[in-house]
């Protein structure tokens, strides 16, 4: 099977699981209507008019979904993986989140969500793994959301939907073979007093693993951890919420832990964490004993043969800290 | 779609069929008299002083703000025919989507000259606030939605627009969408993508493609090489027409039978309204460094679309030199009267600078907000160039720093 087939049935199979979340969306809101590529293929719906397939057209899409949501309607634009927003970038950007100000109020299009599957699969090299939302959180009017994994989507989707702001809601693919996942519903994954290590989306799960790996390091890294880190107590962040961030839960955070350490999948270059980084370097200075630190993807394409190497994973995590 | 087969290699390149140009509909010449085998519509005198003097509202709108020194107006005369035309054949409350020189589809639908100062001035009648550069107009109540300034995003917008009215029981079979935009526009991967939806979906939108014959200095030459606008219609199955944009009566009809095709068949609809731009693009072009002026004299005194039709109207026995004297005199005295007054009215308070953003304000927003209240509380009443400028708000300022 090619990568591409299978960065094709990891995106399929999510999407199966995210019918039920679409099916919930449908029911509660008459006026919702799902459209995009490839939206309609091998499913059931209760009324095609509500879920449709649209030409090839990420740009027609986004503008459809802004006339609709211009009048009133709930319209949820799909773009089959991120890497393919860019056409959309111009009516995203100078249209959907300058809508309401340019209007002086009297237009609005909250009812548009754009979902867009984001972020490494594992084999989908340049165009099926990018991080974007760098790339829009200079477009005040926009919200961009990104949740960590399928439970948190079916509590962030329906609010992204319903959130009277126009939305960007980015979903991790996630990899073929499933993590074992911490539940745990607080943003605030696991509590900690000597670092704050705030992450998103996929990139969770690589922390998580880290610091695993940190507390207890396997016999082959064991050389590597000194002993003094491994009982390190690492406040782990899940943000969820790229636009606008919970600057009052990480500042608060690293008040206490006095050490920020920032990771993403998207390269280092105009990423989100040099946002972050700066605000909470202006809040918490006279309290950090450390420079806010990042780690993220290098400022390459995603390289297919190399992916292992080119997404902040657990070992990256564990050397940097 | 079985399509027949045919053993002979032939290359097509026609929508005509016989590889003749796409024809121009047109009712009236250009000294206002019905060509042969012309339709003329049953209009009557009321309703054709209505079409004229909303026509000659506008260059009058024209005269008045370019000569103001409204930097980056954009004029509308010379293509009154297309923008009035098409309104007369629409509907109240078809939602339009325009690009920027559609400004006479208000005036039709009643948006009043204050409206108008108010949004060219931004002063705080503005229902915009104040954020919008000139004729950037948008009113709910006309169902005119507000322009932006990058071309041809509205036409995909307008395909969604369609839908939405086609999903409604209430507007289903009363009303489309309806979308202008330029010749120039048309080249944007937008129209494209508008065109494919409102085609394949389907939604009942209706394209109104001005073509005066430049995109600022581009001509059409170098715009496309196709024929026109039009011949692009049947590439997406799509009903059109091309008609004389000078001819109020042409536009008007064909309009019209645009709609009527438009809300039957709940699909895409094509017009293409062939003119000429008189003016130069905005205040801040000189269109003679780019074309002689005399194809522009030529053009204005041989093929103008209010004279055109004025002389059909005195052909009716409708319109006389002393209606046009009186008429001149009005337009002229309710523009200038608009504009002194809108002149005197302060800008919006400065609050509005940063509401609407979002629907709720968040906490960057206001961080930023009650940043500048400090630089206003500290240098605002002595700091002269922030002190003149606070003079011309309507509060002054006072409500954002309170």
Known sequence: MSNLTIASL???????????????????????????????????????????????????????GIGLASMGHTAIAEIQFADYIFPAFDQLVNEAAKFRYRSGGHFSIGRLTVHTPTMAVGHGGLYHSQSLEGFFIGASGLKVVIPRCPIQCKGLLPSAIRNPNPVI?????????????????????????????????????????????????????????????????????DLRTILLWDIETVVESV????????????????????????????????????????????????ALQFEKFAMPDEISNILYE | MHSPVVSKLAFFNSVTGDGSKIPSY?????????????????INERFARRLYENMQLLPTLDDILCSGQRQGKIPFYAQEATVIGSAAALADDDEVLSQYRETGVLLWRGFTLDGIMAQVFGNHEDSGKGRQIAVHYGSKQHHFHPVSSPLATQIPQAAGVGFALKRDPARR??????????????????????????STLPSPTLFLARNNGFAISTPNSQQFYGDGISARGPGYGVDTVCVDGN?????????????????????????????????????????????????????KKNNNPITRFRLFMESRGWWNETDEKELAFRLRRDVIKAFKRAETIKKPDLKDMFTDVYAEEPWNIKEQREELVALLKKYGQVWEPWQNELGTLKDGGKKLVD
């Open chain 2, 26 to 42: 047109r009712v009236l010449d250009v000294f206002g008299t019905p060509i042969e085998g012309a339709e003329v519509p049953e």
């Open chain 2, 247 to 299: 001819d109020v009566l042409a536009v008007m009809t064909a309009v019209k039978e645009a709609r009527k095709r438009c809300l039957e068949g709940g699909r895409a609809v094509l017009v293409e309204m062939m003119t000429y731009r008189v003016g130069h693009h905005s205040t801040s072009d000189d269109s003679y460094v780019y074309r002689e002026r005399q194809e522009v004299e030529d053009r």
């Open chain 1, 10 to 64: 990891a995106a399929f199979s999510l999407r199966r699981r995210r019918a039920d979340d679409f099916s919930i969306a449908l029911a509660k809101d008459d006026s919702a209507v799902i459209f995009g590529e490839y939206i309609a293929f091998g499913r059931v719906f209760r009324c095609r008019e509500h879920v449709f397939n649209t030409p090839l057209t990420e740009q027609g899409s986004a503008g459809f």
């Open chain 1, 255 to 302: 008040r206490r832990t006095k050490r920020l350490v920032i990771v993403h999948e998207a390269g280092m270059m105009g990423g989100v964490g040099g946002e972050i980084a700066a605000e909470v370097g202006k809040r918490a200075f006279l309290r950090l004993e450390a420079p806010v630190r990042r780690i993220t993807g290098w400022d390459v394409p995603a």
């Open chain 1, 169 to 237: 809601f980015m979903e991790p693919q996630v990899p073929i073979d499933d993590f074992a996942l911490p539940l745990s519903s607080a943003k605030i994954l696991i509590p900690g007093s000597d670092l704050t290590l705030l992450t998103w989306g996929t990139s969770v799960y690589h922390c998580e693993a880290a610091l695993r790996l940190l507390n207890s390091p396997p016999p082959s890294l064991a050389p590597l951890v000194p002993p003094s880190l491994r009982s390190a107590k690492v406040e782990l962040i």
């Open chain 2, 173 to 198: 079979s009363k009303n489309v969408a309806c979308v202008f935009f330029g010749e120039g526009a048309a080249s944007e991967g937008d129209f494209h993508a508008g065109m494919l939806l409102a």
